[in-house]
Structures are given as C-alpha cells and as structure tokens.
C-alpha cells in the first residue's frame, strides 16, 4: 500500500533548494559569460496563476567571474482578454545564478533572489505564502530559479526559465527571452 502525503509549499521549495546545491557541488562548472560580461534582454513569461496572464520585460545580467551571474528584471503582467476587473502588476527581480551544467553552448544554471511586485491580489493570499510580506502597496519575496540558456552566436543567447516564487503558486512563472552582449569579441 502507498501512502501519499501532501507536502506544503515550505517542504517543496526546501527540496528544490537542496536539489540544486548537491546538482552544483556535484558537477564541474565551466563559464556561461565572459568574466565581467554585461548582457541585456527581453523576456516573455507565463503565469501560472491565471490562464490568460502574461508578462513582458526587460533583463541586465553581469558576470562577475565565469561562474556567476547577477540579474535585474522588470516585468509588466498583463491579461489577454480579462474582465474589466484584472489589473496587471509590476514585479521587480533581483538575483544570482551559478552554473549547474555546461555542455557548450548550452549551460543550465540555478539560482535564488529577491522579488517584489505591487499585485493587489497578494493581501488576500498573504497567509498562504511561505516567505512574503507587505509593504504599504508592494509585496515582497523570494524565488528559485532554473534556466537553460543556449549560445546561439558570441554574443547572443536564448534561454528557458522556471521561477518558484515564495509568494505563492499564483505569482509562479515560465518564460522565454534572449540576451545580447555588446562588447562580446
């Protein structure tokens, strides 16, 4: 006989922080970036909160060394075909990625950072949350992330990303988008 349990947001998002330490003390890195490498991008996710809700946005990363990444985001949340009621949010994202895999030119990182946005809906989700908290209009949290990133050229890359945001299912997000380097060699 199998038991099943239903495991909380806390205990998934424990196992997935374990999973990527041991997958990145586990396998030998090798560079993503060139060392102090500035990239820029766009992206496109999707939400997994609501069917019709999708987002736009914009990218920094910096490579501190080969191993490194740190990212900045802003995305704009929107609904294609929502009542008049949905109103979308911005999120800010700030965060870092160390190198998990690297089969060149495909490299799959993993990191964690600080995310926030000004959704008004997270007040009435607030105690279902396992990290998040409110400020006056804007909430406050943390994500997993997990992307494969492709090199299709020297200075451009395409990339697939998961984020798992502590602020609950609702705020969970796909996406898609590519980045560009303008003093790539």
């Given at each position: 006989m199998v038991f099943r349990q239903r495991m909380d947001?806390?205990?998934?998002?424990?196992r997935i922080l374990l999973l990527i330490i041991i997958w990145h003390g586990t396998y030998d890195v090798s560079s993503q970036y060139?060392?102090?490498a500035t990239n820029y991008g766009l992206i496109a996710s999707k939400s997994f909160g609501l069917s019709n809700e999708i987002a736009l946005g914009a990218r920094v990363e910096y490579a501190f060394n080969c191993y490194t990444t740190f990212m900045g985001e802003y995305n704009r949340t929107f609904a294609i075909g929502a009542d008049e009621n949905y109103e979308g949010f911005n999120e800010l994202a700030l965060g870092?990625?160390?190198?998990m895999f690297n089969w060149y030119p495909t490299t799959i990182t993993a990191g964690i950072g600080y995310m926030g946005n000004d959704s008004d809906e997270f007040e009435a989700i607030e105690?279902?949350?396992?990290?998040?908290?409110?400020t006056g209009?804007?909430?406050h949290?943390?994500?997993?992330?997990?992307?494969?990133?492709h090199q299709i050229s020297i200075p451009v890359h395409i990339f697939a990303e998961l984020n798992v945001k502590s602020l609950g299912?609702?705020?969970d997000t796909f996406l898609v988008g590519f980045s560009y380097d303008f003093n790539a060699r």
């Open positions: 947001m806390p205990q998934v998002m424990k060139d060392p102090s870092v990625n160390l190198i105690d279902d949350a396992f990290l998040g908290f409110r209009n804007f909430n949290g943390a994500q997993i992330k997990i992307r494969a990133l299912r609702r705020y």
